[in-house]
């Protein structure tokens, strides 16, 4: 196999080191790579429009305050587990989990939240002037069934605004996306919005959620058990 930089000089040794990959999927006696199940190629006809959507947001989270952070693609699985939870789909199916030659569990991003959240810790970004409004916009990764519209490495426009607990924050998010939606063309939108309430009132509406689905197991799909 070839690698960036050792590139073959001529095409048909480019061709030999193509076909000879160990990762291929024949057609006839020409074995072929193909991309990986639940991605995709971003051609060079479709980058204007994702260049539209990308300078668009940067464009509304600027105007709003907010401050890009790049963080890694993978971080250490215990991460996701603690920030996610150890129990819900994602970390029990969903994330793409491996162990790196020192013997590290790391996993690709599922989610920017909880990279952003350490970020954040971990720079002592707390001492800055609060709330602190930053955005992220990059490839995700998730296991999931391939579906229309539905892919395994997908991208987010990430928003978090830490340090306050104030719920204008969650509206200021809001309706920034709202502004991203409707300048991108969309019409008819609305909100629909869902809360498992307060942390003084939320394990008691856990226990009467979970009472409920106990009595209708036998309606749900196996995700959702």
């Known amino acids: 196999m070839w690698q960036a930089g050792r590139c073959p000089k001529d095409r048909q040794s480019l061709e030999i080191a193509y076909n000879t990959c ?8 020409m074995p072929r790579f193909q991309r990986p199940t639940g991605t995709q190629d971003i051609l060079p006809e479709e980058q204007p429009y994702w260049d539209r959507v990308r300078t668009f947001a940067v464009e509304l989270a600027e105007r709003a305050g907010f401050e890009r952070i790049d963080v890694p693609i993978f971080e250490a699985t215990d991460l996701f587990a603690r920030g996610i939870g150890t129990a819900t789909d994602v ?4 994330m793409y989990t491996f162990e790196d030659k020192g013997g590290n569990s790391l996993t690709l991003r599922p989610e920017f939240t909880a990279g952003v959240v350490r970020a954040y810790i971990e720079h002592g970004m707390h001492v800055r002037p609060q709330p602190v409004k930053l955005y992220s916009i990059g490839p995700v990764f998730r296991y999931d069934r391939p579906q229309a519209g539905r ?3 997908f991208h987010q426009f990430n928003l978090e605004i830490l340090g306050t607990q104030d719920p204008a924050a969650d509206l ?3 309706l920034l996306v709202w502004d991203l939606y409707e300048g991108l063309g969309f019409r008819g939108l609305s909100f629909q919005l ?3 309430g307060c942390p003084r009132c939320r394990p ?3 226990e009467v959620l979970k009472a409920y689905y106990e009595e ?3 309606e749900i799909c196996d995700d959702c058990r």
Do not use: A, P
Request: charged share 30%; no cysteine; hydrophobic share 25%.
């Open 216 to 218: 209708h197991v036998d």
């Open 91 to 94: 970390v029990e199916k969903e």
């Open 194 to 196: 869902n809360s498992t």
């Open 151 to 153: 892919y395994r490495q």
């Open 204 to 206: 008691g509406y856990v």
């Open 172 to 174: 200021e998010i809001m």
């Open 22 to 29: 160990d990762t291929v999927t024949g057609v006839g006696d």
